[in-house]
């Protein structure tokens, strides 16, 4: 029973379309996020998502939209695909929102690679 | 605002030899500090965490941290290293006025851990 799953594991594609990550998470957190690890394995945060309140981080292209359709699931959209998006995502999820010392749940990331 | 140094992005250590990953941490307020583990093609785990209290910290699979405000610096460390320890290590902050979302990760550091 893995706790954030995310598909696909792999995703290899063109520039220039538009792809989707899924995930889900079955242990009923409040809250979901997208993270971004580069080649250099530098880990930043992309969105953090509750029902309530969508916070994007200034840096990342409008080209990529978080999508939930209910509380469980956390879907990333990216239009228009580059190069430079290559790279692993990874979703999570906590139990609360804004609890700082709350524990995050990583799915095992999804390389994607823009060819 | 937070940032995270991670000295060394490898270190080798051999087989039940201690193991020191370096963090050394900037905050401007009091810092919540943790310390996440990623194996190969899996997402990461939290392994500890630092909030208040207790300065030394211990964490899963005999791995323990200790935060020393004169130094900014939250070391990781166990006495003997396993071979199921090869693995990327990531140490994060947050201010603990932040969010999750405000989660920083440092670039992490790789161990391998040699017979």
């Known amino acids: 029973d893995t706790a954030v799953s995310q598909t696909p594991k792999y995703l290899v594609t063109q520039m220039g379309n538009d792809k989707s990550i899924k995930c889900e998470q079955n242990?009923?957190?409040?809250?979901m996020y997208w993270y971004k690890q580069d080649s250099k394995k530098f880990l930043k945060i992309m969105f953090s998502?509750?029902?309530?309140?969508?916070?994007i981080n200034e840096t990342v292209p409008n080209r990529f939209s978080p999508k939930s359709p209910d509380k469980a699931h956390l879907n990333l959209h990216i239009n228009s695909l580059e190069l430079g998006d290559s790279a692993v995502y990874f979703c999570?999820?906590?139990?609360?929102?804004?609890?700082?010392?709350?524990?995050?749940?990583f799915g095992s990331g999804t390389q994607l690679s823009v060819l | 605002a937070q940032s995270v140094t991670q000295l060394g992005s490898h270190v080798s250590v051999s087989e039940g030899a201690l193991v020191l990953l370096r963090c050394n941490y900037s905050s401007s307020v009091p810092p919540y500090l943790f310390w996440y583990v990623q194996y190969p093609n899996q997402g990461l785990q939290l392994l500890l965490k630092y909030t208040t209290g207790a300065t030394l910290v211990k964490g899963i699979n005999g791995f323990e941290a200790e935060f020393k405000k004169s130094e900014t610096s939250f070391h990781l460390t166990k006495p003997s290293a396993h071979m199921s320890d090869a693995a990327e290590y990531f140490c994060a902050v947050i201010d603990s006025g932040g969010s999750q979302g405000n989660l920083i990760f440092g670039k992490g550091t790789k161990l391998s851990v040699k017979p």
């Open positions: 998502y509750n029902n309530k309140e969508l916070i």
């Open positions: 242990l009923g957190h409040d809250t």
């Open positions: 999570a999820s906590s139990k609360k929102t804004g609890a700082t010392n709350e524990k995050l749940f």
